[in-house]
């Protein structure tokens, strides 16, 4: 279904916009021993402790919290990913909801964010938002980005760009940006794209506007999602083995991810994988380990049946490649996934 338009008569509540905030857990939902520590710390708040923590929140909008999962984001496998789409997707079909925020560790929060923008049909604004700081911190982030989360919701601007990220005052499409810090506040990134946006003392201020097809626009449905079939993530190297092509075969892999070298080449252990992987009928796909540029088809690809990521890096291209799985492993098909998502 398409949600599009916000519902104009707000009986219950009284006229406000309505932003349902789902948490998820991630250091933005934790706390540590002491105020300078700033690592070793848990998940303990839920989404209303964060409400209490920023009082001007409901200033903006009539608040709402679904307390969704409770776990660091590398805790976050495929079965949660799909519980957090389906939870999202029913709050944005309520037709009194105007904009959703997902609260998420940062680790992976690039994933959920892209595999939300791929498979949500809704035009409302998601805005997905997490912290380098635990709310126990000195300087904690995850309060003002999550303000800031929240006003982008509202931003009429946001409608229909796809899934949005917030963090440290900029505004990114959620195919785009990628954690690019183990610990800085600036953590994140967009290098070839650039941010969407920047939010600077109150105003949202938008530059750009995502080209590629997202939510409503692509061909796949969560309803149609019982599960999601397991695709893995092979590190090229210098001496590289090829234990973890068969390792990956073996378990069940149906899809195989290659962080490769420079511009998607591949060691001579990941091109005999990536022959096993051709004749198991397991797809390949050449992305790259360096963080910035594109992966170029290449005359392998013909001769080993692989397909080129593009931009995606490994992580990313593995959801693609998850979704599209879902609906033919035909290699034309996985291609034109690449090319237009
Ligand atoms: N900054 C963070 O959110 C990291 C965190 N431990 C996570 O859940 O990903």
Same mark, same amino acid.
Do not use: W
């Given at each position: 279904?398409?949600?599009?338009?916000?519902?104009?008569?707000r009986?219950?509540?009284?006229?406000r916009?309505?932003?349902?905030?789902?948490g998820?857990?991630?250091?933005?939902?934790?706390?540590?021993d002491?105020?300078?520590?700033?690592?070793?710390?848990?998940?303990?708040?839920?989404?209303?402790?964060?409400?209490?923590?920023?009082?001007?929140?409901?200033a903006?909008a009539?608040?709402?919290?679904?307390?969704?999962?409770?776990?660091?984001s590398?805790?976050?496998?495929?079965?949660a990913?799909?519980?957090?789409?389906?939870?999202?997707?029913?709050?944005?079909?309520?037709?009194?909801?105007?904009?959703?925020?997902?609260?998420?560790g940062?680790?992976?929060?690039?994933?959920?964010?892209?595999?939300?923008?791929?498979?949500?049909?809704?035009?409302?604004?998601?805005?997905?938002?997490?912290?380098?700081r635990?709310?126990?911190a000195?300087?904690?982030?995850?309060?003002?980005?999550?303000?800031?989360?929240?006003?982008?919701a509202?931003?009429?601007?946001?409608?229909?760009?796809?899934?949005?990220?917030?963090?440290?005052?900029?505004?990114f499409? *959620? &195919?785009?940006? %990628?954690?690019?810090?183990t610990? @800085?506040?600036? $953590? !994140?990134?967009?290098?070839?794209?650039?941010?969407? +946006?920047?939010?600077?003392?109150?105003?949202?201020?938008?530059?750009?506007?995502?080209?590629?097809?997202?939510?409503?626009?692509?061909?796949?449905?969560?309803?149609?999602l019982?599960?999601?079939?397991?695709?893995?993530?092979?590190?090229?190297?210098?001496?590289?083995?090829?234990?973890?092509?068969h390792?990956?075969i073996?378990?069940?892999?149906?899809?195989?991810?290659?962080?490769?070298?420079?511009?998607?080449?591949?060691?001579?252990? *990941? &091109?005999?994988? %990536?022959?096993?992987?051709a004749? @198991?009928?397991v $797809? !390949?796909?050449?992305?790259?380990?360096?963080?910035? +540029?594109?992966?170029?088809?290449?005359?392998?690809?013909?001769?080993l049946?692989?397909?080129?990521a593009?931009?995606?890096?490994?992580?990313?291209?593995r959801?693609?490649?998850?979704?599209?799985?879902?609906?033919?492993?035909?290699?034309?098909?996985?291609?034109?996934?690449?090319?237009?998502?």
């Amino acid at each position: 279904m398409t949600v599009s338009e916000p519902r104009r008569d707000r009986r219950s509540t009284g006229g406000r916009p309505r932003v349902v905030v789902l948490g998820t857990g991630g250091t933005i939902a934790s706390s540590a021993d002491s105020a300078t520590q700033l690592h070793d710390y848990r998940v303990t708040a839920g989404v209303e402790d964060m409400f209490t923590a920023i009082p001007e929140l409901h200033a903006l909008a009539d608040l709402r919290a679904v307390n969704l999962l409770q776990l660091d984001s590398h805790a976050i496998d495929s079965a949660a990913l799909l519980t957090i789409a389906r939870r999202v997707a029913k709050e944005l079909a309520d037709p009194e909801v105007d904009g959703l925020i997902v609260t998420h560790g940062t680790d992976t929060l690039e994933e959920t964010a892209y595999f939300l923008n791929l498979v949500l049909k809704s035009t409302k604004p998601v805005v997905v938002v997490g912290a380098m700081r635990p709310a126990s911190a000195l300087s904690a982030d995850g309060p003002l980005n999550l303000y800031n989360a929240v006003r982008v919701a509202l931003a009429p601007a946001a409608h229909g760009k796809g899934v949005l990220v917030v963090m440290n005052d900029r505004l990114f499409a *959620a &195919r785009d940006v %990628a954690k690019a810090h183990t610990t @800085a506040v600036e $953590a !994140f990134e967009a290098a070839e794209e650039g941010c969407l +946006g920047r939010i600077a003392c109150g105003g949202i201020h938008l530059f750009h506007a995502p080209l590629r097809l997202h939510t409503a626009a692509t061909s796949f449905s969560l309803d149609r999602l019982a599960e999601l079939p397991m695709a893995d993530i092979i590190f090229d190297h210098q001496g590289a083995g090829i234990h973890h092509y068969h390792a990956a075969i073996d378990a069940g892999a149906r899809g195989i991810v290659l962080a490769a070298t420079g511009n998607g080449s591949l060691s001579p252990s *990941a &091109r005999l994988g %990536a022959e096993l992987a051709a004749r @198991a009928g397991v $797809a !390949f796909v050449r992305s790259s380990r360096v963080g910035r +540029g594109i992966v170029t088809p290449s005359f392998d690809d013909e001769t080993l049946g692989m397909v080129a990521a593009g931009s995606l890096n490994p992580q990313k291209a593995r959801i693609l490649l998850m979704l599209a799985l879902t609906q033919s492993h035909e290699l034309h098909h996985l291609r034109s996934c690449f090319e237009r998502y």
